[in-house]
């Protein structure tokens, strides 16, 4: 999901006078902290994945050269 269709989704309204979003409720910072959460979580998911499949690679080359 790309950023407008986060805001569509959780109807975040940006201010495009100051390029910025007004949290004037706490339940909007709520939503952003959740949003950010999410973005943190996939960015640790696709991490741990490289490093699987970087150890599967060594695997699997050591498993070939001895054979």
């Known amino acids: 999901m790309n950023e407008r269709e986060l805001n569509t989704l959780f109807n975040i309204v940006t201010e495009p006078e100051k390029n910025a979003y007004t949290l004037n409720s706490?339940?909007?910072v709520s939503e952003i902290q959740r949003i950010v959460r999410i973005f943190e979580i996939s960015r640790?998911?696709?991490?741990s994945f490289k490093?699987?499949?970087a150890r599967g690679l060594v695997a699997f080359k050591?498993?070939?050269s001895n054979n």
Do not use: T, Y
């Open 44 to 47: 640790e998911q696709k991490q």
């Open 26 to 28: 706490i339940e909007k």
């Open 62 to 64: 050591m498993l070939v």
């Open 51 to 53: 490093q699987i499949s």
